[in-house]
């Protein structure tokens, strides 16, 4: 059986939160990601998870750096009529919700 009670789980963020004073101490890591969309967006996102200090750059060449793949074929089939209807997030959402930087 695991032990989720309250003192487990204080105890178990008080040893961690020297780990995370040091990495925030520490010079953030820098990453680049070329290219957003699913792969790019989906990466960016499991590394900020990750680590919240890290700085994350996406260099997408195109407007959207994050929009539903699997809705493209209802849009090229004129079930959605609207591209921008696949948006799922813009560069201003990706750095408010994450901290990513979109180039």
């Known amino acids: 059986a695991v032990d989720v009670s309250p003192q ?3 105890a178990r963020a008080a040893l961690q939160a020297p780990r995370r004073l ?3 101490m520490a010079t953030p890591k820098r990453i680049v990601i070329v290219g957003g969309v699913a792969g790019g967006a989906s990466t960016a996102a499991r590394l900020r998870r990750l680590d919240e200090f890290a700085e994350i750059v996406i260099f997408e060449k195109g407007p959207d750096p994050s929009f539903a793949n699997c809705g493209m074929p209802y849009y090229l089939g004129g079930e ?4 921008h209807k696949l948006n799922v997030q813009t560069p201003e959402s990706l750095k408010r919700r994450l901290n990513l930087d979109v180039r």
């Open 80 to 83: 959605i009529a609207d591209r």
């Open 8 to 10: 487990h789980m204080l």
């Open 22 to 24: 040091l990495s925030a």
